[in-house]
């Protein structure tokens, strides 16, 4: 039985160490206090960002860090 549970152990775990993780990579960031405060950079649209700044005190700006994934985008104006 104590085999049994090492095995389905291992099993389970063997995902999280054949693939590394990425960091997920959003255009969007909500600032909550300022440049000095949290910040939360996921967000798909502009859109989505104010919704969740709205009533806490944050506003939104395009996430520096951002890097589009490879191939054809179609052309969004961006709001600053």
Same mark, same amino acid.
């Given at each position: 039985m104590k085999?049994?549970?090492i095995?389905?152990?291992?099993?389970?775990?063997a995902?999280?160490?054949?693939?590394? %993780?990425?960091?997920?990579?959003?255009?969007?960031?909500?600032?909550?206090g300022g440049?000095?405060? !949290?910040?939360?950079?996921g967000? /798909?649209?502009f859109?989505?960002?104010?919704?969740? %700044?709205?009533?806490n005190?944050g506003d939104?700006?395009?996430?520096?860090?951002y890097?589009?994934? !490879?191939g054809?985008?179609?052309h /969004?104006?961006?709001?600053?």
């Amino acid at each position: 039985m104590k085999q049994l549970l090492i095995a389905l152990g291992l099993l389970v775990t063997a995902p999280i160490f054949v693939a590394p %993780a990425h960091a997920q990579n959003y255009p969007w960031c909500e600032y909550i206090g300022g440049t000095g405060g !949290a910040r939360n950079c996921g967000f /798909v649209s502009f859109e989505q960002c104010l919704e969740s %700044a709205r009533g806490n005190g944050g506003d939104c700006r395009m996430n520096t860090q951002y890097i589009p994934p !490879a191939g054809p985008h179609p052309h /969004v104006a961006r709001k600053h």
